[in-house]
């Protein structure tokens, strides 16, 4: 209980200040280890990532840091590609961290454009990149899910579109997510 | 806006460069890279430009509003407000925090993992009257030196800022909006200690007079 906004305020910089000091480090060592395995994408190394991911420390205060909350994001989205059977798969379309995060703000943008401003040129570029590239159904469905605000209405435009360039196991996908 | 990522600001002046312009007048987009921090940087490009109307805002976001000129251009004709924001704090709390009280405005927030609508709250009229707002977009009519030689960093230069236009006579407003005007893809983020320090800075020079 505080007796005042400040006295809570001052915990709250101890709380932040303290976890800086512990996980600072920690998160650059994560990123060095994630980087190196991304790029050589041995069986072996994909089962080292999957166990890195699972780390109790990565799931609940890594999270919190950007480079990391991505790379969770594209973890998640590779665990549902395999679920799901998928032959094509995320890890496929980068071959870094950094890599990973221009993929998704590209992607981010595109589907913005899409949602505030109907933009059909945004549109063709995902159907293309859908058409050309490992970006499998779970990848366009999880970006949605992550980025846009009216998600039905993105999972119905864009698996329209999917469906009319010829991806027809795209635009089901898509049209499943519907809820 | 200051810099350091091609493919926000490319994304940012897509949106600007879709924005209605009112006849008379004409966008003139400026960036600052390598700025040592938020009021350094906005000083430079406040110096290097003799437009009237400024809009400082952060490379991450979109105005995705086509109007938002002339709705900001018509509030602006009240000569007394010096200031338009997009969130703001009716009246800022005791440890200088923005999000620590209620606030009015609106924003399409985005971080990695979801993106949301954030309505805070409507004023009664046209626009809000509010003490300080929050520093991803912050218009102007009126220039006003950024106090770089206190916060030499990228945090409170907008409650400062939102202050300094107050001690001067002039009122900060967030405008009435059914839905919001810009996204802002905040990312994630543990705030670092020179958010606290620059907080303890703001309070000594503003709030504890």
Known sequence: MYTSLEEMTNDIEKGEKKWHEIYDKKAKEVERKIDCLLADLSEQNIIALIQLFECEHVKTELRKTVKIGYMICVMSIFAQEMNAGERDCILSLGGSISDFMNLMKQVKFLLWRIEFENDEDAIEELCAFAASSPASPQFFAEMIKYVNIKKNHMFTRLGKAMGDYGLEHYREYLIRQIC | ?209
């Open chain 2, 1 to 209: 806006m200051c810099c350091n990522d091609d493919m926000y600001f490319e994304e940012a002046f897509h949106y600007l460069n879709g924005l209605t312009i009112p006849e008379g007048y004409e966008l003139d987009v400026r960036t600052v890279e390598n700025a040592t921090g938020m009021a350094a940087g906005y000083n430079e490009v406040m110096n290097s430009s003799d437009a009237k109307y400024k809009i400082y805002m952060h490379q991450d976001v979109m105005i995705v509003n086509k109007n938002f000129i002339i709705e900001i251009l018509q509030i602006f004709e009240d000569k007394s407000i010096g200031m338009i924001g997009m969130v703001g704090a009716p009246q800022m709390p005791e440890d200088g925090v923005m999000w620590h009280c209620s606030r009015i405005g609106g924003i399409y927030t985005s971080n990695v993992y979801n993106t949301n609508q954030v309505m805070f709250g409507n004023p009664e009229g046209k626009y809000g009257e509010v003490e300080a707002i929050d520093g991803l977009l912050m218009a102007t009519q009126y220039d006003l030196f950024w106090r770089e030689d206190l916060f030499v960093g990228w945090h409170m230069y907008d409650a400062s800022q939102s202050f300094e236009f107050r001690k001067n006579g002039y009122k900060i407003v967030v405008p009435r909006m059914d839905k919001p005007w810009v996204i802002h893809d905040d990312g994630l983020k543990v705030l670092d200690p020179k958010y606290y320090e620059a907080r303890k800075i703001f309070i000594s020079q503003y709030m504890n007079k």
